[in-house]
């Protein structure tokens, strides 16, 4: 499984989240505690540490996962009996969280349905 960080999401919602209460980079700065060289530099490109991170998820309200992407291109579903169910994508072509839940969820279904 890989995970990426979408730093440009994460901008984006920070500059959002701002731009909503209206206030300037300076005064996110003073609210988060955070320097403002340090949201300068997150805001050219650099990743934040995970204190920092963790400071700006709360200022925003927001969780981790949203500003992570994970793909993996294999899933094992347990069943109620024990037995697990392995899927794989063809060519390892990536499965993203959301897709992944999906199909978690339609494995889950069927599943039920078969039981009954």
Known sequence: MTATFEHGSFVDRLDGHRQS???????????????PSTL?????????DLARFAVLIDWLGASADEFITRE???ISVRLPAGQEIDLQTTRGVPLTTQQLKHLRAAVSSMIQALDS
Request: no cysteine.
């Open 72 to 74: 993996q291109t294999a």
């Open 21 to 35: 209460l209206g206030l300037s980079w300076r005064q996110v700065a003073a609210a988060t505690g955070l320097e």
């Open 40 to 48: 300068q530099r997150i805001i050219a490109g650099s990743v934040p």
